[in-house]
């Protein structure tokens, strides 16, 4: 008999994510943990919500989890198959008719505290030129955060959490208060919050930085912080409770059983 109980940290997460979609958003996923999270939030959690992908399939609810963007399994039951360029220009229009019904979900390899991510390069020794890592880029991402809000996909690490990022591929709060407008950007939109392993970070309101609002089970604010590398105030963290065991389930066997994206442990 499968063990539903004992979760691992990416299904918190997926979980979480879920959580924090709303009734009639249209939710702007890729592959990985963000499409896991949707697929819960469309089974479970607020069935109302319209997952899109950037490759132009609207409002996707998959048998199936793709791999992919491309992937023609979130053709077979979606609403719309636009061309990518549609999607691009809904996103813009979203903003430009100052509609508030879009989400959307980014990652990177570094964050620093005004939620600015890093998925371009590593610096290390090197300079942008010859970085000592050199990552895929963008994407669709730079688009998506400016003219979008965000949920930022991230592992809890101080070697991702940074004080500093080497280079700003996806705008957040840029130096804070104003500093969207000072660059140009929409200052009514930007990063909403940061779901990693450990919790949720979201935003100051006035200050624009992040601070940590949700601890997961077992975390504390010195966990929290340790793995952070600058300071995070945790003062204002609620802990939240973990998935129901027909949560676990449905995420195991019905959104991902073949584990591409969740790998479950093995029963000892």
């Not at 539903?4 to 997460?13: A, G, L, R």
Request: proline share 6%; net charge neutral.
């Amino acid at each position: 008999m499968s063990d539903y109980k004992n979760y691992t940290k990416q299904e918190m997460q997926a979980y979480a994510i879920a959580k924090n979609i709303k009734e009639n958003q249209i939710v702007i996923v890729g592959t990985g943990l963000p499409l896991i999270g949707a697929s819960l939030a469309k089974r479970v959690v607020c069935p109302s919500c319209h997952p899109i992908v950037e490759s132009g399939l609207m409002d996707c609810s998959p048998v199936e989890v793709p791999r992919s963007v491309g992937d023609n399994r979130f053709m077979a039951h979606c609403a719309v198959q636009w061309p990518n360029i549609r999607f691009i220009g809904f996103e813009a229009n979203e903003w430009l008719h100052d509609e508030d019904r879009l989400i959307a979900f980014i990652g990177g390899a570094q964050i620093d505290p005004y939620g600015n991510v890093n998925s371009t390069c590593i610096y290390g020794k090197g300079d942008y030129v010859k970085p000592q890592t050199r990552f895929t880029g963008s994407g669709g991402a730079n688009g998506i955060a400016t003219y979008c809000n965000t949920i930022i996909m991230m592992q809890h690490q101080k070697r991702r959490f940074m004080d500093k990022i080497d280079y700003i591929t996806s705008c957040g709060w840029m130096d804070g208060p104003g500093g969207r407008e000072r660059a140009g950007l929409p200052g009514n939109r930007g990063p909403q919050m940061v779901v990693t392993d450990l919790g949720i970070m979201k935003f100051d309101e006035q200050t624009k930085r992040m601070y940590c609002a949700i601890m997961f089970p077992g975390v504390t604010p010195e966990i929290v912080q340790e793995n952070t590398g600058f300071e995070i105030d945790c003062s204002r963290a609620t802990q939240m409770e973990g998935p129901s065991e027909e949560i676990i389930r449905i995420i195991r066997e019905e959104i991902d059983p073949g584990q591409a994206f969740i790998k479950v442990p093995k029963a000892k």
